[in-house]
């Protein structure tokens, strides 16, 4: 099963493991790191 379709259920009925942050903070955080390494025209930078 590719990890994009995993269920954690299984983690959290055999660990009590829950995610520590939601899906919509978790991608906020990495779209905010992401590297910069376009100029705001779309051209890469040098």
């Known amino acids: 099963m590719s ?3 995993s ?3 299984a983690a ?3 660990l009590g493991w829950a995610p ?3 899906l ?3 991608l906020a955080a990495l ?3 992401r590297p910069r390494s ?3 025209d779309g051209v890469a930078a040098s």
């Open 7 to 9: 269920d954690i259920a």
């Open 31 to 33: 779209w905010e790191a």
């Open 24 to 26: 919509d903070a978790s």
């Open 20 to 22: 520590a942050h939601s």
């Open 3 to 5: 990890w994009q379709c």
């Open 38 to 40: 376009f100029a705001a």
């Open 12 to 14: 959290a009925a055999a």
